[in-house]
């Protein structure tokens, strides 16, 4: 099966229960399950085309205003838990580099990193995220591991290009590190979704049943990540 347009990617999957159209900056994906055959799928594609195709423009449209990992460092805003906040980065004798944030974000790197200053700025701003997110994740999971008895074994903060979590067979939780820049509701809803995989470990009407039970207001949040998200992970791509 070609493809039809250079943005097109055509993909077969075993786990796929049902044709599904995924599109984000540059791409449109046609997910098709393995017993699919491929005039049935070309329909499925052809019937929602428009619809793919005009998303598509909306996106690309949306990254292209996006700053890139290399002008963060000169970024007057960035978001913190939900609202934007000042990024301030000084350069400061020695090899220190120290991250805190409060009411901005304060970020001091040596003198002279010429190019290199957007990345290291960024990277920096990572490590200390991943840091602060692995705490607060753990408060929030154990705040619900009350409630409902579903523990993790442990708690993974992770650069994610496509998810916002996941929960392993072995019941360990991934959590993207972006969440800590969405609102505090919206990781609060990841955080919540995963540990119910580890009692329902696909999205059967028992999963959403179960979620509802512990996050009632869950759409709302599911809602604003598919708002949102394409954008945020376009913006801090490392």
Same mark, same amino acid.
């Given at each position: 099966m070609k493809p039809v347009t250079s943005s097109l990617k055509i993909r077969r999957s075993v786990k796929a229960k049902r044709l599904r159209l995924a599109v984000k900056p540059g791409l449109i994906e046609l997910v098709i399950p393995c017993e699919t055959g491929e005039a049935q799928a070309m329909a499925f594609l052809d019937k929602h085309r428009a619809w793919a195709e005009g998303k598509l423009l909306e996106l690309n449209d949306r990254a292209s205003r996006i700053p890139s990992v290399r002008s963060f460092a000169s970024s007057a805003t960035l978001p913190w838990r939900?609202?934007?906040?000042? &990024? /301030?980065?000084?350069?400061?004798?020695?090899?220190?580099?120290? !991250?805190? *944030?409060? +009411?901005?974000? #304060? %970020? $001091?790197?040596?003198?002279?990193?010429?190019?290199?200053?957007?990345e290291v700025a960024l990277r920096a701003f990572y490590a200390w995220v991943r840091r602060w997110l692995r705490t607060h994740?753990?408060?929030?999971?154990?705040?619900?591991?009350?409630?409902?008895?579903?523990?993790?074994?442990?708690?993974?903060?992770?650069?994610?290009?496509?998810?916002?979590?996941?929960?392993?067979?072995?019941?360990?939780?991934?959590?993207?590190? &972006? /969440?800590?820049?969405?609102?505090?509701?919206?990781?609060?809803? !990841?955080? *919540?979704? +995963?540990?119910? #995989? %580890? $009692?329902?470990?696909?999205?059967?009407?028992?999963?959403?049943?179960?979620?509802?039970?512990?996050?009632?207001?869950?759409?709302?949040?599911?809602?604003?990540?598919?708002?949102?998200?394409?954008?945020?992970?376009?913006?801090?791509?490392?």
């Open positions: 939900g609202r934007e906040i000042p &990024l /301030l980065i000084r350069e400061e004798q020695g090899l220190k580099i120290r !991250v805190s *944030v409060g +009411e901005a974000v #304060h %970020i $001091a790197l040596p003198q002279g990193l010429g190019d290199s200053r957007d994740v753990a408060l929030l999971a154990e705040r619900y591991a009350l409630r409902t008895s579903l523990r993790p074994r442990e708690i993974r903060i992770k650069r994610m290009k496509t998810r916002w979590g996941s929960c392993g067979p072995s019941n360990d939780i991934n959590i993207n590190w &972006l /969440l800590a820049l969405a609102p505090e509701s919206v990781l609060e809803y !990841v955080v *919540v979704h +995963e540990l119910c #995989h %580890i $009692a329902e470990r696909n999205h059967s009407p028992a999963f959403w049943s179960l979620l509802a039970r512990h996050l009632p207001n869950y759409a709302e949040e599911r809602r604003w990540l598919k708002t949102h998200g394409t954008e945020l992970m376009a913006r801090f791509h490392l």
